[in-house]
């Protein structure tokens, strides 16, 4: 690794975890460290990180109180690595920008701006200002960049939009924003590598479906409507989050396919049809019994599933009779943040 400044690392931090990935910048953006700590605020914190050029890694339990806690440790843990020397730049996945349409330069006017609304995301918002703040003051001559998770979802439609509350709200832009953006912008590409661009074209529905979950409905490669609101605490039922709750409701898992598949029904009504179905996520993409039960019934939608397929975990799952094709991709948050800073940078 020579010594000049030709890497970046991406920060892609909530609540609960913060995840991390350092690239080379070369032809195409060359892995080398990645990790994450997990399970922030609970007994069980875990710091895990994979090497690409040592091929070291490691997945240890550590004592960490708070989310602050957290951040000064990876800090203080990146800065003893070799590689930290190399950075250039620092991408950071903010959950929220209300109407930011692009990624942004950093800078103390847009830090400004995202405190003023960061009650309107408590869910994360404030956990990743605590750590861009933490890179400007141990690390002031890092150039630091805000990727918007609602970027993605700027094309919604206005009725979508649009609510049983008095318009001054609306006028304030409280609106549902969208989340899970840098995913979908992702998978869109993905599938545009698989099927082509014409296919990718279609009436698509993704499923991003872990700890975060929700449902998005795209066509012409354009945002049409999601699962998540205003904040990102509606929709599916989550981890650490309800969802749209009944308290009535105890069957978690039986009820998280029941409302994934009501989602499924309603996109597919949306987009008046459905091409693509995709699964994602890390019960998407690893949990063929939850996808099974999601797609059971679906088959006057025109989606059926070969189950060898699915119990193997094969990219492409749905028969050769199914009308829609179904996928199961593996996300790649990070990957996205890292061609998000090039961009906005030009250095790729």
């Not at 806690?69 to 929220?96: M, P, S």
């Not at 861009?132 to 002031?140: A, G, V």
């Not at 059971?296 to 094709?325: P, R």
């Not at 996300?331 to 961009?343: L, P, Q, S, Y």
Request: charged share 20%.
């Amino acid at each position: 690794m020579k010594s000049e400044e030709n890497s970046l690392l991406t920060i892609n931090s909530g609540a609960s975890s913060i995840k991390f990935a350092m690239y080379q910048i070369e032809e195409n953006l060359t892995p080398i460290l990645s990790g994450s700590i997990e399970n922030i605020n609970a007994q069980n914190t875990t710091f895990s990180f994979i090497n690409a050029i040592t091929e070291e890694s490691k997945n240890n339990s550590v004592e960490i109180n708070d989310f602050e806690e957290a951040a000064n440790y990876l800090l203080d843990w990146l800065e003893c690595q070799v590689v930290f020397r190399t950075i250039k730049a620092v991408g950071h996945r903010l959950a929220n920008g209300m109407q930011k349409a692009k990624a942004e330069i950093i800078s103390i006017e847009l830090l400004n701006e995202l405190k003023q609304i960061r009650s309107y995301e408590l869910q994360n918002l404030p956990c990743e200002i605590k750590l861009i703040e933490l890179f400007i003051k141990r690390h002031p001559i890092f150039v630091q960049v805000a990727c918007f998770d609602i970027a993605f979802h700027i094309t919604m439609q206005r009725v979508e939009k649009l609510s049983s509350i008095p318009r001054k709200y609306f006028e304030r832009d409280i609106q549902p924003c969208g989340f899970h953006g840098l995913y979908y912008t992702y998978l869109m590409q993905e599938i545009k590598r698989i099927v082509g661009n014409e296919s990718a074209n279609g009436k698509l529905i993704l499923a991003h479906l872990g700890n975060d979950a929700s449902f998005a409905a795209v066509q012409d490669c354009k945002y049409i409507d999601s699962s998540l609101g205003f904040t990102s605490i509606s929709g599916l039922a989550m981890d650490a989050q309800t969802g749209d709750l009944d308290l009535s409701k105890v069957e978690y898992f039986e009820w998280f396919c029941y409302q994934a598949k009501k989602n499924i029904g309603a996109y597919t009504a949306a987009l008046e049809g459905v091409d693509i179905l995709v699964f994602s996520g890390g019960i998407g993409e690893h949990s063929p019994e939850i996808r099974s039960q999601i797609c059971d019934g679906l088959a006057f939608l025109g989606i059926e599933l070969c189950e060898i397929k699915n119990m193997n975990n094969e990219i492409i799952i749905s028969t050769k009779l199914s009308n829609v094709a179904v996928y199961v991709i593996k996300t790649n948050e990070e990957i996205m943040i890292a061609k998000i800073v090039c961009e906005v940078l030009d250095i790729l």
